[in-house]
Nanobody, 123 residues
């Protein structure tokens, strides 16, 4: 069982930055691939980024490539999402998630989810 808690959301102006953090429980955190998804009001939950637990390979949605960076510190059981050049369309609840195995863009393959943190970008 893995419990995930996100933090770092908030209100920011367009062009600004935020760094989200996700703390995980358990001594086997490093074996899990970690992902970030987001869900805007009235829209489906969508993939943002993921990072594998072993070699640290990453993947990003096209909409955030070049602006967002995922990283992890396995010693602290934490994964981060650095978000730069934020735009109003990035407004959503951001959810941290974990899965056994490699990185995946499919939300149905993730076993564990946090409660989410709200990110609001004003124009």
């Amino acid at each position: 069982q893995v419990q995930l808690v996100e933090s770092g959301g908030g209100l920011v102006q367009a062009g600004g930055s935020l760094r989200l953090s996700c703390g995980g429980s358990g001594r086997t955190f490093s074996i899990y691939a970690m992902g970030w998804f987001r869900q805007a009001p009235g829209k489906d939950r969508e993939f943002v980024s993921c990072m594998s637990g072993s070699v640290g390979s990453t993947d990003y949605a096209d909409s955030v490539k070049g602006r967002f960076t995922i990283s992890r510190d396995n010693a602290k059981n934490t994964v981060y999402l650095q978000m730069n050049s934020l735009q109003p369309e990035d407004t959503a609840v951001y959810l941290c998630t974990a899965r056994r195995g490699g990185c995946s863009t499919s939300l149905g393959t993730y076993q564990y989810w946090g409660q989410g943190t709200q990110v609001t970008v004003s124009s």
